[in-house]
């Protein structure tokens, strides 16, 4: 097989005799670290804590995505330009060329290699990060890579569109290439969709591609799901789309939806957690969706006093080897609860000098810490009946510190973060300063990692059947925190015992109806932790759950189910194995006939 190695002058192609081939994993988005700001949510975040684990463990594995020189969005809608070199990211010298309206767009790569971060572990993985932004292209063109989900449109034709194109078929030329022979495409969300249509043209054989292809949906709502005018395609790039019968197949309304594209040209199909598979299949009729669930990665989310913790207590391994974790529950309720107080009283000194509001460390501290888009419901808690009823039923004060950020185009969800913005802002003065009110603005890695260290527990109130699967909640649980959430997305599985990892939050999608239970709720968390409870709940929340949703039991399934990689990397042993024996029903793997 050829592999490719960076060098300062590009990337250079080497041949090696090894027995494995290349997994690409093709995201529009994928989050890193706080510098790079190429994601706006969930599926950014699971991106990278899955190339993190990889390079943890020693995959083979290569990840695709759009270099989003422009980033996403601010809080306030404005570009978040960045320094590429400042990030480690090296230019390299191959062109690929995209065919579209009688010429061609020319896509070029950044490539970073993202490296474990574990003691010992010499381990690493390559992203490449695809621009338009590159000579001999039109002004137009070198455009249509600068921001993530870019709504406008250039000449006529939709960024969104465009950039589609560019992640699928400029993907796929780029690792052809680079002389990167890949034995599995792993679609994250439908914005990777077109990389169907080169294999299509290029191979010819309908069970040769959906043999390569595996597929992972990320959407609850067909409504939402990328897709790409069928016209455009048609007249704009007619030799990718002529006389594939099974692609016009997937054109609905005349938009080809990228997601059943992508689903219907794969052998193995997949939800991000047993809920969301469940309403896939009805979503999908014929495709039968199995899952993974999702994960997060320890040694991003775990915040630094609990990993000092962990390393005393129970040794480094918890940071690649789910199976460590059993071992939490073994630690002194004390000694966890010192090291969160010690977390917590650091992180809210500094929320107050970033915002200027005072924190009591005494005070019971939740927050809401979520992308924001109208089913996550950002505003349901600020009902002033509900917040004066909760503040008069609380034994000590209450601190709410809430985060989110929603896409400058989604009008909804702005206004929903707005609502609860004003709402939260007053609590102070309605409730006689028995709850405090604080908007950490910028929701991104930095702010989501200090959050987890100022609070106590994590609130989510999701419509139902909305939430695919809502990793926020695994940070808390890494960290020993209770969540206050329905059952919905990765809860609905989980092993959560109401009043022992967590606080259940009946709702029925009723917003009235929902305040209510969720404020009830918010009452019984907030007794645990002035009684003291909390504190033995701790280490049985993060034996209990962190070794199921930690991103090494994810990976390990991806390897084995989706990619049908079978483990021989003695240094990494059968990690995860226990918690997969202990939660079997998490995989469901099932094999697609076209």
Not at 36 to 47: K, M
Not at 328 to 334: D, F, H
Not at 473 to 484: C, Q, S, V
Not at 528 to 552: C, D, E, K, N, W
Request: charged share 20%; proline share 5%.
């Amino acid at each position: 097989m050829r592999k490719f190695y960076k060098t300062s002058s590009g990337v250079k192609d080497r041949s090696e005799s090894v027995g494995k081939m290349t997994v690409a994993y093709l995201s529009q988005e994928i989050g890193l670290k706080q510098g790079i700001p190429t994601y706006a949510g969930g599926l950014g975040i699971l991106a990278g804590d899955t190339e993190k684990a990889a390079a943890d463990n020693g995959a083979d594995v290569i990840f695709l995505t759009q270099l989003s020189k422009k980033g996403y969005a601010t809080q306030s809608g404005e570009p978040q330009d960045w320094i590429l070199e400042e990030q480690g990211l090296v230019k390299q010298p191959e062109i690929v060329s995209v065919p579209f309206d009688g010429t061609e767009l020319k896509v070029g790569a950044y490539t970073l290699e993202i490296k474990s971060g574990i003691p010992g572990k010499g381990s690493k993985v390559t992203t490449l990060f695809l621009t338009t932004d590159v000579d001999g292209n039109p002004d137009w063109a070198k455009r249509i890579t600068d921001r993530l989900y870019d709504n406008g449109s250039v000449n006529g034709v939709s960024i969104g569109d465009l950039q589609r194109l560019v992640l699928g078929v400029g993907g796929f030329k780029m690792l052809q290439r680079l002389g990167i022979q890949v034995a599995t495409y792993h679609m994250n969300e439908g914005h990777s969709g077109l990389l169907v249509l080169p294999q299509l043209m290029e191979s010819g054989s309908l069970d040769d591609v959906i043999e390569r292809n595996i597929f992972f949906n990320h959407s609850i709502e067909e409504a939402t799901m990328p897709m790409v005018s069928a016209e455009m395609l048609r007249s704009k790039v007619p030799q990718l789309m002529n006389g594939h019968k099974t692609v016009w197949e997937c054109v609905q309304n005349g938009n080809l939806v990228t997601n059943w594209l992508a689903a219907r040209h794969s052998r193995a199909s997949f939800g991000v957690s047993l809920q969301h598979s469940l309403i896939l299949n009805q979503l999908f009729p014929g495709r039968n969706f199995g899952h993974i669930t999702n994960a997060v990665h320890p040694p991003t989310w775990v915040t630094p006093e609990m990993a000092e913790l962990y390393d005393s207590k129970i040794g480094p391994g918890w940071r690649d080897d789910p199976d460590a974790l059993v071992a939490a529950g073994r630690i002194s309720p004390a000694d966890m609860w010192n090291a969160h107080v010690k977390g917590k009283e650091a992180a809210l000194m500094e929320i107050q000098e970033l915002t200027g509001i005072h924190l009591n460390p005494d005070a019971f501290t939740v927050d809401i810490a979520r992308r924001a888009t109208p089913y996550k419901r950002h505003d349901l808690l600020f009902n002033p009946d509900f917040v004066q009823y909760l503040a008069d039923n609380l034994s000590r004060p209450l601190n709410v510190i809430q985060g989110g950020k929603a896409h400058p185009n989604d009008v909804a969800g702005r206004e929903s973060l707005q609502r609860a913005q004003e709402a939260g802002a007053s609590l102070t003065r309605l409730t006689g300063g028995k709850i405090t009110y604080v908007f950490l603005p910028e929701y991104g890695i930095a702010n989501s990692q200090l959050q987890l260290k100022a609070v106590d527990g994590r609130v989510q109130f999701p419509a139902p059947g909305r939430e695919a699967s809502g990793t926020s909640g695994m940070k808390g649980a890494l960290n020993g925190l209770p969540n206050i959430s329905p059952r919905e997305g990765w809860l609905f599985e989980g092993p959560l015992i109401d009043g022992v990892t967590g606080f259940t939050i009946s709702t029925n999608g009723d917003n009235r109806h929902d305040a209510v239970e969720t404020v009830a709720s918010l009452r019984r968390a907030e007794e645990a932790f002035s009684s003291g409870r909390q504190q033995a709940m701790a280490p049985y929340i993060v034996s209990t759950l962190g070794p199921t949703y930690h991103s090494t039991r994810m990976l390990r399934q991806y390897m084995t189910v989706a990619w049908r990689i079978k483990e021989t990397n003695s240094a990494n042993g059968t990690h995860g194995n226990a918690a997969l024996e202990r939660n079997g029903h998490l995989t469901q793997a099932v094999t697609q006939k076209p």
